[in-house]
């Protein structure tokens, strides 16, 4: 079948018997080196036909994987409790006579502290959000290379922690009274807070699923006498569904609870909540720390991963684009850096590994080019945070303030992830339809897409009944009865109209931002896991300066437009994306179960021998030498 025929086609049809009924022999790519021991001596592994007509069932979840959700729950908790108040502690004034910044009760009680104006608080709070998106990057790093994801997390937890009482410190009333001393205090405490944090990031969500205990396929018999395969592709992605919810679960009710206590107890306190709850995550990690399985750093990963590419792309490239197209995509861009291929003349000193880690590398480029194609999306999402709460504003809001309207996004989250996973999921695997990665991805921008459409049909709804017309969130002009201070009154259309719009963009979230997740960890070299996970968060930072190009459209009379811009990037980003990485949809089980890389050809002499029995299995480039020669063999 051709690999067009659509998101929910079926896999492909195998046109050779033998290897229908061959074992696809499960390699264990989390370790470090070829394992072919098992815990289980009677486990039974699927053959290719049973790979694809078998209903597939996520194993058990151990408990230690819980407690790393509840870590970063209250690593969530922590941060975006803290965040929350960045603004007002910057922008506002002390309000007079308080030595906290809490502004109490009432219309007027308006929190603040430094009193340095917008323009300062928009700046300081924009560093943040670039600082902690481009520190996953350094994390990842140092974890892959120097320290190992473990350790990582305990010294990026100190410096949170330490960054947390300085701010804290900032906050005080001997020192909050006093700007001049405040406000360096306060930097400081945000600096050493984002490097902890996003430090943190990028390494505990691969922690999570490493503490799963099967990573390769095996049959399991129900007592119905069903036969089914136990997929730890399933198992992990039950795992990061819910981890998103203990996500969810910890920014939401951080926000929540620290915006009424700056509100009504000041910033010290505020910031000393937070303090005292993330002390609890090095409490879990020092009990645990035995239990936990640890992938140990393997050196100069990121350098040797980065040479094997440009020593790929040597003599490709031409000054005719049409010829450095096709020398790229001829099939052989990573078989021609394999050392097997080079042989023992030809290889340079640096090239230690062996064939295996070539494929594994290739893979974790591929998922890379994958979360190219994020920003497209994530600048629809980012709408929930600044034009979705403007537009509630000229809304019936009914009593309810406009900028908490966009905690439904978290809400209909925790009620979806559930709902997905114990009916969606199941009804879609009994089905037999396999929802892989690359076919969520792409629903998840389609829903995306309809999201802004509902957002873009309201806003045309608020021009045509506001008395105001195409300047609804403007000032009431003169001719009503204005006079450059009375702002136009809200329609008549509920604010829970905006509803429809949340619940699609929670559904894109769970198909396109939860999978990344998956993505990133299972596409990545077992030794570079955190990198790939830090390149996708900062996809996710890229999508703000995209938007930055749209700005001119986030005003009154051009909403309607902003909002069908968003609609046709991220449709077409759909398209675009499907029709790119079509082929890898394909190919997800036999990316998924490449045999390990090892780093050092010393220890890999025997791979030669057991390369063998991956027969059925062909190596990332020639599966795409297949596709080229019209081979439907996967």
Not at 366 to 377: E, K, Q
Not at 500 to 511: D, H, K, N, P, R
Request: neutral net charge.
């Amino acid at each position: 079948m051709a690999p067009d025929a659509g998101i929910f086609a079926p896999d492909p049809q195998s046109p050779d018997p033998e290897k229908e009924m061959a074992v696809a022999y499960p390699y264990e790519h989390n370790h470090s080196s070829f394992d072919y021991s098992f815990d289980d001596d009677e486990a039974e592994f699927p053959t290719r036909q049973e790979r694809r007509t078998l209903r597939r069932v996520p194993d058990k979840i151990p408990w230690m994987v819980y407690t790393v959700a509840f870590i970063e729950l209250v690593e969530r908790f922590s941060f975006y409790g803290t965040i929350i108040c960045y603004t007002n502690f910057i922008q506002q004034p002390l309000p007079d006579g308080s030595r906290t910044g809490a502004g109490g009760g009432g219309d007027y009680g308006q929190s603040g502290a430094l009193n340095m104006g917008q323009r300062a608080s928009t700046g300081i709070t924009t560093f943040n959000s670039f600082w902690v998106f481009v520190i996953p990057l350094f994390g990842a790093y140092v974890a892959d290379v120097h320290w190992g994801r473990f350790k990582t997390i305990c010294i990026a937890l100190a410096v949170a922690i330490l960054g947390h009482i300085i701010l804290v410190i900032s906050a005080i009333p001997d020192i909050i009274t006093r700007p001049k001393a405040s406000l360096p205090t306060f930097i400081v405490g945000l600096v050493l807070m984002g490097l902890g944090t996003g430090s943190f990031k990028p390494n505990i969500s691969p922690l999570i699923v490493e503490q799963l205990p099967n990573k390769m396929m095996t049959i399991k018999v129900l007592p119905s006498g069903e036969r089914v395969i136990v997929d730890p592709t399933a198992t992990q992605s039950r795992v990061y569904h819910y981890f998103y919810l203990f996500i969810n679960i910890g920014s939401m009710t951080g926000v929540l609870g620290m915006t009424y206590s700056e509100k009504y107890l000041g910033y010290w306190i505020t910031f000393l909540l937070p303090t005292g709850l993330i002390l609890l995550c090095p409490v879990v990690l020092w009990f645990c720390r035995n239990k936990y399985v640890r992938t140990p750093p393997q050196g100069s990963v990121l350098g040797k991963a980065l040479r094997i590419f440009l020593f790929a792309n040597k003599g490709r490239w031409s000054l005719n684009p049409l010829r450095t197209y096709r020398n790229l995509h001829d099939g052989t861009f990573w078989d021609s850096v394999k050392p097997s291929y080079l042989g023992p003349s030809f290889r340079p000193s640096w090239m230690t590994f062996d064939d295996q880690w070539v494929d594994e590398v290739a893979r974790g480029f591929g998922a890379c080019s994958v979360f190219c194609w994020y920003p497209l999306y994530w600048i629809t999402y980012n709408q929930l945070f600044n034009n979705f709460t403007s537009q509630a504003a000229v809304l019936n809001l009914g009593g309810v303030p406009n900028d908490l309207i966009q905690f439904l996004d978290p809400i209909i989250i925790m009620i979806l992830i559930p709902f997905c996973d114990l009916l969606v999921y199941p009804a879609l695997r009994k089905a037999k339809i396999r929802f892989t990665p690359i076919r969520k991805i792409t629903v998840g921008f389609f829903m995306g897409s309809m999201a802004m459409v509902w957002a873009a049909v309201i806003q045309a709804y608020i021009y045509k009944t506001s008395i105001c017309g195409n300047y609804a969130s403007g000032a009431l002009p003169a001719k009503l009865g204005g006079d450059g201070w009375d702002y136009c009154p809200p329609i008549g259309l509920t604010v829970w109209a905006q509803t429809g719009a949340y619940v699609l963009i929670g559904i894109s979230e769970i198909f396109a931002s939860i999978t990344s997740l998956e993505y990133a960890f299972s596409k990545a070299p077992v030794n570079m896991r955190s990198l790939v996970m830090a390149f996708a968060m900062f996809m996710s930072g890229i999508a703000p300066a995209i938007g930055e190009g749209f700005s001119s459209l986030s005003t009154d009379p051009l909403l309607v437009w902003n909002y069908g811009s968003m609609a046709v990037l991220s449709f077409l980003g759909g398209v675009g994306f499907w029709f790119t990485f079509r082929d890898l949809d394909i190919e997800e089980d036999d990316l998924n179960m490449l045999p390990a890389g090892n780093m050092d050809l010393a220890q890999s002499d025997s791979a030669s021998e057991t390369r063998s029995m991956g027969s059925t299995m062909m190596s990332y480039s020639e599966r795409g030498s297949a596709r080229r020669r019209g081979s439907t063999a996967t």
